[in-house]
């Protein structure tokens, strides 16, 4: 049974930073694509990053320069450390594991106040 546990979120002031934590089971986070999103009230949900097997990252526009995503193999956790928070990254953050279908975590509320 595959499980994702999110953690770390909490309410910053703008500038601030979060690292937020991805507890996994029933899966191997080093196959596959472990990614992060968001959805802020009255938005569709929408990507963050991801790393895959193969170690390489991708970033939303939005976020590349401040947010770093990163895995780590032998506890099985995927992270998004994130830096120089804006109002905008206000959302729920969800963390998604993919192989032939995914799997969603039950999201960690991240509050950035300016």
């Known amino acids: 049974q595959v499980q994702l546990v999110e953690s770390g979120g909490g309410l910053v002031q703008a500038g601030g930073s979060l690292r937020l934590s991805c507890a996994a089971s029933?899966?191997?986070?080093?196959?596959?694509?472990m990614g992060w999103y968001r959805q802020a009230p009255g938005k569709q949900r929408e990507f963050v990053a991801n790393i895959n097997s193969g170690g390489n990252t991708n970033y939303a526009d939005s976020v590349k320069g401040r947010f770093t995503i990163s895995r780590d193999n032998a506890k099985n956790m995927v992270y998004l450390q994130m830096n120089s928070l804006k109002p905008e990254d206000t959302a729920v953050y969800y963390c998604?594991?993919?192989?032939?279908?995914?799997?969603w975590g039950q999201g960690t509320q991240v509050t950035v106040s300016s």
């Open positions: 029933g899966i191997i986070v080093s196959i596959g694509v």
């Open positions: 998604r594991y993919t192989t032939f279908m995914h799997y």
